[in-house]
């Protein structure tokens, strides 16, 4: 025990001197917020300029999407040409254009939406959040088109009742509450990728010390290979219940993000998810001959496995498939249990969710105890 | 004597690989006791399976008394081990890095201070402290991987080869402070591929090879075992070629090893063939610079037994 804290006091000292090891563990995640704050702010950018150009004629769907946009309330939407499009998107004047092709309204009413482009110069930041948005709504409509089977005058009725009453006064009812809701989701989407990559980056110490063989005359010294270890989580778990802390803490104090949700909840769940990592993180070690094994598996396995989960960019914006495959990623769940908690569900309702993440950790730590215990008997390390 | 280290039929496998085989020995206190032993001749795991580091595949293994197969945590407690392979953090200080691996044997404070001083200023680095060993030479990182060992005071320091590649400077500091320590009652198992150092400082010494110890004692003892054999040094010019199968065809001759411009000849010596080899260089026109026969020592002890160089 004793042998234990020593060991840890080292480690700590060791990473927080540092300067690399602050950026990684503290800054990046500060970073997230500030991409998140990028992606779904108005309040200090003003609205996304938008300019639309309708080739599709007086379609009722057609104009339906544009009034939805307009009715976001956070883009600012200018009907043009396509030519003028170009050039006002080009010069500057313009965030993106949206361009409805001829034949928009009927495909969507076919329940198979296309003929519809989206450009832009400053890239993925500006057109994820408008992407999002058109997605659900134009797929909701999709599916109106889908049900109705080609008959217009029961589409005409039901998309009708649709686009009057719901998701207008859904829209525009708290357009800030929910924008700062995307915004703390979507820090905590990059903070799982960050809490991951720390995790792993720390699991790689007992590896470090392999190769510089320090692990060794630590095992020749009243430190038994399993306090090591054990040393390791803690100061795992340390770092990273740190990481969240300060996350949350900019988050709030900083940048004035409400999470729309209460805070003792949110750090249950992320403490939860950061032993799922530190296990994996294990797991990988584990598995992994060399610092550059462990480094390459690492980065093979967080940032698609993220993305896939929707750590990025929402999952309904993703092929049904891939909505399927994120099941079984932690990060999904995790996701899934912010998003319920931001509709305001309690912590005990989660349980669910808080049974598989604990199983999540439960067997990656598993896996590497059992690994790590046949390293042991061939003596790899000697 | 009271003995400090006992071994009983201490045997260790890798596999079907016999590493360490059926190996029984005692170490007293206060002895310096040479492990000697070619590369792959099992010193090594030995040391590994003292240290609690390797479990022992059969035998016993009773440091002050107590069998350790059973207690790992008070051979831990008790042994101070300088690994073979250097085992130091670059990126701490050198006092940093002794006061650390002090401190998991449970010294604090002012006592860790003291003794972390003490092991610093022992092995000639006492002017270091607050240097990264990122800067030291070969010969001060082996010091400090000394100090790291010592600090804690162990009943029982084992160095695992801790003169490798080193500067002659380095190499006394270690030599020195190998004697200082067993002055001051540290017990000391030294292995070594350098004969002379073996030769110097230990009290016992044992031959090892293919993981037995064929034979074991003082350096007298050792070398009267061959009391009938002699060894020949014959100097030569660089440039001739040396045939040293036509010399070991020679009879009486048992090893035949050059080291760099001096051939080293071991010889029966009731065999009278000095004439012989000198006809067989002069043949080779190997220009010959001098001739002395030497008395016996370790080295054409371990090449008698082992039939193998210390040194690849
Ligand atoms: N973990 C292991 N698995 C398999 N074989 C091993 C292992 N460790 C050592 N060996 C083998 O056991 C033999 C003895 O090795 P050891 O390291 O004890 O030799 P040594 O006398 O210390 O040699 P050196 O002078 O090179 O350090 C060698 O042939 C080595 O290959
Ligand atoms: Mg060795």
């Not at chain 1, 090891?21 to 917020?33: C, D, E, K, Q, R």
């Not at chain 1, 709030?252 to 403490?271: E, N, Y």
């Not at chain 2, 030569?236 to 020679?250: V, Y």
């Amino acid at each position: 025990m004793d042998e234990m804290v020593w060991l840890i006091r080292k480690t700590l000292k060791d990473t927080f001197r540092k300067k690399k090891n602050w950026f990684l563990y503290f800054g990046l995640p500060i970073v997230g917020i500030l991409i998140s704050l990028f992606f779904y702010s108005n309040a200090s950018t003003g609205t996304i300029r938008a300019g639309v150009v309708n080739q599709d004629g007086s379609q009722v769907v057609t104009s339906g999407v544009i009034r939805y946009l307009e009715g976001l309330g956070q883009v600012q939407v200018t009907p043009l040409d396509e030519e003028t499009l170009r050039a006002r998107i080009a010069s500057g004047d313009l965030d993106c254009g949206i361009i409805f092709e001829q034949g928009f309204a009927d495909r969507v009413k076919t329940g198979e939406p296309g003929h519809i482009r989206i450009m832009s110069v400053k890239g993925e930041s500006v057109t994820a959040y408008i992407k999002a948005m058109l997605q659900s709504y134009i797929g909701n409509v999709a599916a109106i088109g889908k049900e109705t089977k080609g008959d217009e005058a029961a589409f005409a009725r039901i998309y009708d009742s649709y686009s009057q009453h719901p998701f207008k006064l859904k829209a525009t009812a708290q357009p800030d509450t929910s924008n700062e809701k995307m915004m703390s989701y979507q820090t905590i989407g990059y903070l799982i990728t960050f809490m991951m990559f720390s995790a792993a980056n720390l699991s790689e110490i007992i590896l470090k010390e392999k190769e510089n063989r320090t692990f060794l005359r630590l095992l020749s010294s009243p430190m038994s290979a399993r306090a090591y270890v054990l040393s390791n989580v803690v100061v795992s778990l340390l770092l990273i219940f740190l990481q969240i802390v300060v996350t949350l803490v900019a988050m709030k104090l900083i940048f004035h993000i409400d999470a729309g949700m209460p805070t003792f909840p949110l750090i249950v769940v992320l403490l939860l998810f950061a032993l799922t990592a530190i296990g994996l993180a294990l797991t990988i070690v584990a598995f992994a001959k060399s610092t550059s094994a462990a480094g390459a598996m690492r980065n093979m396995i967080i940032t698609p496995s993220c993305l896939l989960a929707g750590c990025y960019f929402p999952v309904n914006i993703m092929p049904e498939t891939v909505r399927k495959i994120s099941s079984f990623l932690p990060q999904h769940w995790l996701l899934d249990s912010i998003d319920q908690l931001q509709q305001g569900q309690s912590l005990g309702s989660l349980y669910v969710n808080l049974l598989i993440l604990g199983g999540f950790a439960l067997v990656f730590a598993l896996i590497a105890v059992y690994r790590f215990g046949k390293n042991n008997d061939s003596r790899q390390f000697v | 004597m009271s003995h400090v280290l006992e071994i009983r039929n201490l045997t260790k496998k890798f596999g079907d690989f016999i590493a360490v085989d059926n190996m029984t020995l005692n170490i007293g206190e206060g002895e310096i006791f040479g492990f000697l032993g070619a590369n792959g001749a099992g010193k090594s795991t030995t040391i590994n399976m003292i240290a609690s580091l390797l479990r022992p595949t059969k035998g016993e293994i009773v440091l002050l008394g107590k069998n350790i197969v059973k207690d790992s945590k008070f051979a831990k407690m008790n042994t101070g081990i300088v690994p073979q392979e250097l085992a130091i953090y670059e990126d701490m200080t050198a006092y940093e890095n002794v006061s650390f691996f002090a401190g998991l044997y449970g010294l604090r404070g002012a006592m860790l201070r003291e003794r972390t001083e003490e092991a610093l200023a022992f092995v000639g680095l006492g002017d270091k402290h607050q240097s990264f060993p990122k800067n030291f030479s070969g010969g001060m990182k082996r010091r400090l991987n000394i100090a790291c060992a010592i600090a804690h005071l162990p009943k029982l320091i084992i160095m695992d080869e801790p003169t490798v590649g080193i500067d002659p400077q380095s190499r006394n500091y270690i030599l020195q402070s190998v004697r200082k320590l067993n002055e001051m009652g540290c017990t000391i198992i030294y292995t070594s591929h350098y004969m002379e150092e073996v030769e110097e400082i230990c009290t016992r010494i044992a031959i090892v090879d293919h993981g037995k110890i064929i034979a074991e004692g003082t350096k007298e003892q050792l070398t009267s075992i061959i009391t009938d054999t002699k060894e020949i040094w014959i100097g030569f010019r660089a440039d001739g070629a040396i045939s040293i199968e036509s010399l070991q065809g020679i009879a009486g001759v048992t090893a035949v090893r050059q080291e760099e411009n001096t051939l080293k000849i071991v010889s029966k010596s009731e065999v009278n063939n000095l004439n012989r080899i000198i006809q067989q260089l002069i043949k080779d026109q190997v220009e010959i610079r001098s001739v002395e026969e030497q008395a016996p020592n370790l080295e054409s002890v371990f090449l008698t037994l082992t039939g193998r160089n210390l040194r690849d």
